[in-house]
């Protein structure tokens, strides 16, 4: 999972990698626009027309599709539950609350959070391969607030889903050798048990080719801390330019793939985390 500062981030931001930032006008079409279609579910919802509310959502779904390149771009073309590009399948416009239903532990259904259908804080990217098993599930702790329209209350929420837009939840992931994903050390209970629903409700380990590429990824660095510490012992007494060179190769493989731009980067940062490779460890990006 990826941390997105989206709070802070605008379509009109000219700062963004491989995006061309929209024009303040086009911005506040956008937004004007989504403004219509939220006063226009309201009379729906109002009226007791919920399906009706409902179709009207579905029937402007490339409203939100618009901010699809951005929303990419925010994250390096990287889907922001999985880390990956292609390998969790093509990429959907997620909402993070769902708009039409919300699906509790027990599979019972409650309101959608539709307000926030067309509200680009309630956007993220994702591959379909967690989207589609996803679904609806939007579970909250018992006795949590729960949001409505006519009391919003979303940051009140005792939340199951893990959200990439908030740092401290995406500290809650770590990875294990075998290539899955993990709550951190010294996650408490209610967080170890938000990763476990968040991971098993995305299929974060469950998608095979995924866990098999955290493997590879894991293996990788563990070679390169190992040719890394084995090449710098020989190198103890500076007259060894062959070794000077590999450990330098070795360095840019360890930059690169722990960059942020880089897939699973994170795998990659945890692993070399564990090695406990001080100067290794200052190369991460």
């Not at 993220?124 to 018992?142: H, I």
């Not at 967080?191 to 590879?216: D, P």
Request: glycine share 4%; charged share 30%.
């Amino acid at each position: 999972m990826i941390w997105i500062e989206l709070e802070h981030k605008l379509p009109t931001d000219t700062n963004i990698p491989n995006w061309t930032p929209w024009t303040q006008d086009q911005w506040n079409v956008w937004l004007a626009k989504s403004a219509q279609l939220v006063a226009d579910l309201a009379e729906l919802d109002a009226a007791g027309e919920r399906d009706a509310r409902n179709a009207l959502i579905d029937a402007n779904s490339i409203h939100w599709g618009k901010l699809k390149p951005w929303l990419l771009a925010l994250s390096d073309g990287k889907c922001w539950f999985s880390e990956v590009r292609e390998l969790y399948s093509h990429y959907d416009v997620e909402h993070f609350r769902p708009k039409k239903q919300a699906k509790e532990l027990d599979e019972n259904e409650r309101d959608g959070y539709w307000w926030l259908a067309f509200d680009y804080m309630n956007l993220r990217a994702c591959g379909n391969v967690g989207n589609r098993k996803k679904g609806g599930w939007f579970p909250l702790q018992a006795g949590s607030l729960c949001s409505s329209y006519s009391n919003p209350c979303e940051e009140s929420e005792t939340r199951y889903l893990l959200d990439p837009i908030d740092p401290t939840d995406v500290s809650l992931l770590a990875f294990d050798e075998e290539g899955k994903v993990i709550a951190a050390p010294g996650a408490s209970a209610w967080e170890q048990l938000r990763v476990e629903e968040t991971v098993k409700r995305l299929k974060l380990n469950e998608h095979a080719r995924l866990a098999e590429e955290r493997r590879k990824i894991w293996q990788k660095v563990n070679r390169l801390v190992d040719a890394y510490e084995s090449t710098k012992t020989r190198c103890a007494n500076g007259n060894n330019p062959a070794g000077r060179e590999k450990l330098k190769a070795v360095c840019t493989q360890i930059r690169e793939m722990t960059a942020t731009t880089a897939e699973l980067s994170s795998v990659a940062r945890w692993c070399l985390f564990l090695r406990n490779n001080p100067q290794l460890s200052r190369l991460a990006g």
